[in-house]
């Protein structure tokens, strides 16, 4: 669907809604980077890091070794205290980009960090500043948010798909006279490359996301 790839560099953001693999879609990603040597960053608002460790175990990555090899850093970032973290993450992410050599980076989800912003204005300039550090740093960063409730193809505050170079969007599609809810993909923006355009199903399988792509939904 993306014709070969994420873009070296560029920034994702990834949306959708609770139970549509958003933190899996990441967590593969870093993954994916681990078996080609690329060093990770997987920065949570949501899950502590023992928690990722074993929900990466139980579909086969083995996040535990690739820690202890220095080849991955989880961290944890505490959302209700978004003083604190976003001070945290000025100061401290730009230093561990390059001296722990990371290429790619995921924040998951970005939601948390921008609930706790009163207005639409300081939402976008913190949000700015945090894009802005992962830019320079080079590292091909996902970013993933919860969906709005009044526009499933929007995130939760309709910022971060402005800010960001590719926009994926996860949906629950619940056609008649089905009885079960399908997950479908769609790749909704893009920079630098000729994507598709189709809306395609997948399922959150042992192996993390799979795409069906030859499958048409309706």
């Keep these: 669907m ?24 990441g967590m593969q990603f870093i993954n994916r980077g681990l078996e080609e040597d690329e060093r990770g ?11 990722l460790i074993r929900i990466a175990s139980n579909i086969g990555w083995d996040f535990g070794s690739a820690i202890k090899d220095r080849m991955l850093v989880l961290i944890r970032l505490d959302a209700a205290d978004i003083g604190r973290s976003l001070t945290r993450a000025q100061s401290e992410l730009p230093t561990l980009i390059e001296t722990f050599d ?10 948390l960090f921008e609930m706790h912003f009163r207005d639409d204005e300081s939402r976008r300039r913190e949000i700015s500043k945090l894009c802005t550090i992962i830019q320079a740093s080079g590292a091909t960063t ?20 402005y800010i960001a170079d590719g926009v994926i969007i996860f949906q629950h599609i619940r056609p008649a006279p089905l009885k079960r809810s399908i997950l479908a993909v769609e790749i909704a923006k893009m920079r630098g490359v ?5 809306v395609k199903p997948y399922d959150i399988t042992d192996k993390g996301i799979v795409v069906d792509f030859d499958a048409d939904l309706f």
């Design 2 to 25: 993306l014709g070969g790839g994420i873009p070296e560099k560029n920034i994702i953001a990834v949306l959708g809604g609770y139970g549509s693999g958003k933190t899996i879609l």
């Design 41 to 51: 960053v997987f920065i949570s608002f949501d899950e502590d890091e023992d928690k």
């Design 102 to 111: 990371a290429k790619r980076i995921v924040i998951d989800p970005i939601t």
């Design 142 to 161: 996902m970013l993933t948010s919860e969906i709005s409730t009044d526009n499933p193809f929007a995130s939760k505050y309709g910022e971060i798909e």
């Design 194 to 198: 000729k994507h598709a355009r189709d």
